[in-house]
């Protein structure tokens, strides 16, 4: 604040500024006047001021308080108001009638009306520090939006009673004073008497520089600077503690906005790899505050940019360059980040990388696949950082390092588990090839040399290498060694995969495998078959191994060992299977050999006890009693009915037999036919028979025939006393024909109506109705090799039905 307190420069009210300081004379429906900050000049003010008010002496507090804001919003500076005496409402139509557009500088931002709470108590409760925060974080972020300074105004009856005490009250408003002085802030404190104590009241006036009471603004002659030595260094080192907070504050706000913004990232998984990883560059740039970032991947002496960002010459995707003039080496041999912020001034200057890249400052840190290097993440600058790289910018990088190597390994977990799957489902490769395959795929995953199938008998301590991938030269297939001197005895009792890292350390230091074949590392897998001798599945390396098997690696190796498992099984089953179908086929050929020539030869015999009987019959039939002659009889009727069996049991055989020449054939005329041969039968039992359009199928003619007149006489023999009606009928199902004989018959017993389709099943006495128990399982026969299938459905006294289906070879 200058050293005079005046009217604004007069061209708006015409008046001239007064000269001295003091009180100015004040109109007091004219607040407009009052000029409360003095000049621009804040380098030399403390404009902070009281305003004492009495609601009974006239002063129009709100129309006072209204015009303090108006002119900061003038003077471009950013207007706070803590309403508490007043309403919101009463303020904003104060403001209004002040001739402020309060939509717009509330919608701007200029203005804010706040509550007490929202200004003082933003934590729960009055803190004078956290006050101090708060105005200067304000300030600084209000001339960062182009305000010129920062102005507020408070009711502060806010602070009366329990909300704050008056000696923080107090502390409060003295510690205001250094911290405006000399800065953009314009504060007006509004007093109202009547609420206040005197003491406070008092209080007040020793902490305000200005003073406002209703006749005017004036110096303050009752205001204390503070003046100790001992207050200064109090409050700068609270100013100082404030400000590290908000530095403090600031960096962790920024830490974690980047934090969400690289989870974000991550999390966003419509992005490719590639993707994500050049957002990761463009994200550290940011973060670090460099031009340069890249993704780089080693190859034995060589690295190679897979992703880069920034006009770096030597810098972008797909360039190449020796690992030694590069940092990466220094990255790939360091266990931890690198940084480095100034590369002259720490000496690494006269370095092949330096003459090469010329980064002055650099951070970046190695991405390990399975324990191994695969390559780095960096980030750089041709020009040097001002600030050392601070634990949260390497705990990001290292954060976006981790994130690709998960990924990276995720997509090699991913990219083996597909070609175990493609090798596992190739139809082309045989067995043993296919195990040649996994012996490869396993070797490259797993970093290992050796890969094997050997059978083992715990019992007599024995292990026969059964196959390899040639790779050891003493590990050989049918190679027999002792099975305790072999790793494969610590896979030999366990299902779960093993792994041996440290042979002397797991107790294999005595033995053939470790000592004399000079395997360093193993995983193996016991594999349990039925009925086979038991196997071990493994791989093995003659380079130790620096650390031991993932899980994933073990889970892999156990896939792997499931399917040889599941593949060895199989096999054994189809082997088993044929054999069982070979012997099948021979003895069913030898069955069918068997019943062709028993009825082809059995006809000749019974042809002759028929036909001498008869000769009896006729020769010596007037010698025989009538007792011989009924013998006779028996003897002819049994012989007849070995001949009805002999003769379907030969076309069973036959249909057995048949080879199958398939042609189209029209059921119809089939049908007809079989009617035809059964006229007889037809005509002595009276039979209806109807017959629906039936379809085209391929087949064999001749069975088929008998396949309808087999069901079409036994509907008939079968129908009973009353009328016998048979219809065929035929339907058209997706692929199928089905053919329907329905009689009004006797009927089946449900639990009958399978069985009737064995050989020699019948469910009558000859004498009740004649027959061979054949002509069923014939029907089965000839619709097996159709390719179709028989059944019945039936009820007893109501009549049966019997369908057929048969592929459809036409559409109609
Ligand atoms: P069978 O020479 O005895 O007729 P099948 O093999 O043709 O020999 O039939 C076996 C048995 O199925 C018959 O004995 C009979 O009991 C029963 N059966 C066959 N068709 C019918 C039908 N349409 N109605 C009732 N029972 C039948």
Same mark, same amino acid.
């Given at each position: 604040?200058?050293?005079?307190v ?14 001295? &300081? ?19 000049d ?19 507090q ?16 950013? +207007? ?97 004073? &250094? ?9 007006? +404190? ?27 603004v ?51 998984d ?41 006009s ?13 003039r590069?940092? +990466? ?5 360091? $266990?931890?980040?690198i940084?480095?912020i100034?590369? $002259? ?27 191994? $290097?695969?390559? *780095?993440?960096?980030?750089?600058? @041709? ?16 954060? =976006?390092?981790?994130?690709?190597t ?33 012996f490869e ?6 970093? =290992?040399?050796?890969?094997? #199938?050997? *059978? ?22 049918g190679?027999?060694? &002792? ?13 779960e ?36 001798p ?45 054999? @069982? ?23 000749? &015999? ?25 013998? #006779? ?10 001949r009805?069996?002999v ?25 007809e ?42 509907? #008939?023999k ?22 329907? #004989?329905?009689?009004?018959g ?6 009958? *109506?399978d ?22 399982s ?11 299938d ?23």
């Amino acid at each position: 604040m200058s050293d005079h307190v005046g009217r604004e420069n007069g061209a708006k009210t015409g008046r001239s500024p007064p000269t001295n &300081p003091g009180t100015t004379d004040l109109d007091h429906d004219d607040y407009d006047d009052l000029e409360f900050a003095c000049g621009h000049d804040h380098a030399r003010s403390t404009d902070h001021y009281a305003f004492i008010y009495d609601n009974d002496d006239g002063v129009d507090q709100l129309a006072l308080a209204a015009s303090f804001v108006r002119q900061g919003l003038e003077r471009g500076e950013r +207007c706070l108001y803590v309403a508490d005496d007043n309403s919101r409402g009463d303020v904003l139509t104060a403001m209004r009638s002040n001739g402020i557009d309060v939509d717009d500088a509330l919608e701007s931002g200029s203005l804010s009306l706040l509550t007490p709470a929202e200004m003082y108590s933003q934590d729960g409760e009055f803190d004078p520090e956290a006050m101090l925060e708060f105005w200067e974080e304000t300030l600084a972020e209000s001339k960062a939006d182009g305000f010129t300074g920062l102005r507020a105004t408070a009711e502060m009856t806010w602070a009366v009673g329990e909300r704050a005490s008056d000696e923080a009250l107090v502390e409060y408003e003295a510690l205001l004073n &250094p911290l405006y002085r000399n800065e953009e802030y314009t504060v007006l +404190c509004q007093y109202n008497r009547d609420e206040f104590s005197d003491a406070v009241v008092e209080d007040v006036l020793e902490t305000h520089p200005y003073i406002t009471l209703e006749d005017g603004v004036s110096e303050n002659v009752y205001y204390e600077p503070p003046d100790t030595d001992e207050d200064e260094t109090a409050v700068d080192q609270m100013l100082e503690t404030a400000a590290e907070r908000t530095e403090t504050k600031s960096e962790l706000r920024s830490h974690k906005r980047y934090l969400r913004e690289l989870y974000e990232a991550t999390a966003n998984d419509t992005k490719s790899f590639a993707e994500t990883v050049e957002q990761f560059l463009e994200l550290g740039c940011k973060r670090f505050g460099v031009e340069i970032g890249f993704f780089a991947r080693i190859h034995d002496d060589e690295f190679e940019i897979l992703h880069a960002r920034g006009s770096h010459e030597h810098i972008q995707q797909g360039s190449r360059d020796a690992l030694e003039r590069s940092y +990466c080496q220094v990255v790939i041999d360091s $266990p931890d980040p690198i940084c480095t912020i100034d590369v $002259p001034a720490e000496g690494w200057n006269d370095d092949l990388a330096y003459e090469t890249y010329g980064l002055d400052c650099y951070i970046g840190t190695q991405i390990d696949v399975r324990g191994t $290097p695969y390559g *780095t993440l960096c980030f750089a600058s @041709t020009s040097p950082r001002e600030h050392s790289f601070g634990e949260d910018e390497v705990t990001f990088l290292e954060l =976006m390092g981790e994130w690709i190597t998960t990924e990276l390994e995720r997509e090699d977990r991913e990219r083996a588990q597909r070609t175990l799957y493609e090798i596992a489902a190739d139809t082309e490769q045989t067995f043993d090839e296919k195990v040649q395959s996994m012996f490869e795929l396993g070797c490259d995953r797993f970093d =290992m040399e050796f890969a094997g #199938i050997a *059978t083992i008998d715990r019992n007599s301590d024995r292990l026969e290498v059964e196959v390899t991938n040639g790779g050891h030269e003493r590990i050989v297939s049918g190679a027999q060694l &002792p099975l305790s001197e072999t790793y494969c005895r610590k896979t030999a009792s366990v299902e779960e995969t093993c792994a041996v890292v440290d042979p002397v350390e797991h107790g294999f230091a005595d033995t053939l495998t470790y000592d004399r074949f000079d395997m360093q590392a193993y995983l193996g897998t016991h594999l349990d078959l039925e009925g086979e001798p038991d196997r071990t599945f493994w791989f093995a390396s003659s380079e130790p191994r620096t650390s031991d098997f993932t899980e994933s690696e073990r889970t892999f190796h156990h896939l792997m060992g499931q399917w040889v498992t599941d593949e060895l099984e199989r096999q054994q089953y189809e082997r088993n299977l044929e054999r @069982t179908v070979e012997q099948l086929k021979r003895s069913n050929d030898r069955l069918k050999q068997f019943a062709y020539a028993a009825s082809h030869d059995l006809r000749e &015999p019974l042809r002759m006890i028929s036909s001498y009987l008869q000769l009896l019959e006729n020769r010596y039939g007037d010698e025989l009693d009538e007792d011989a002659h009924e013998f #006779i009889g028996f003897a002819v009727d049994g012989a007849d009915r070995m001949r009805a069996m002999v003769d379907d049991l030969l076309a069973f055989s036959r249909v057995e037999q048949a080879e199958g020449s398939f042609e189209t054939v029209d059921c119809n005329a089939v049908v007809e036919r079989a009617l035809n041969d059964l006229r007889v039968q037809i005509h002595d039992r009276e039979a209806r028979i109807t017959v629906d359009p039936l379809p085209l199928v391929e087949g064999d003619r001749e069975q088929l025939e008998q396949l309808f007149q087999n069901l079409v006489s036994n509907a #008939i023999k079968y129908s009973g006393d009353g009328e016998s009606r048979v219809d065929i009928t035929a339907t058209q199902r997706s692929g199928w024909w089905e053919i329907a #004989i329905s009689d009004n018959g006797i009927g089946i017993e449900s639990e009958q *109506t399978d069985r009737i389709f064995e050989v020699f099943r019948r469910l009558h006495q000859n004498d009740e109705y004649p027959g061979t128990g054949i002509g069923l399982s014939l029907c089965q026969k000839i619709v097996d090799n159709h390719g179709g299938d028989i059944w019945v459905e039936s009820a007893p006294g109501v009549g049966s039905t019997f369908f057929v289906t048969l592929p459809s070879n036409t559409t109609e």
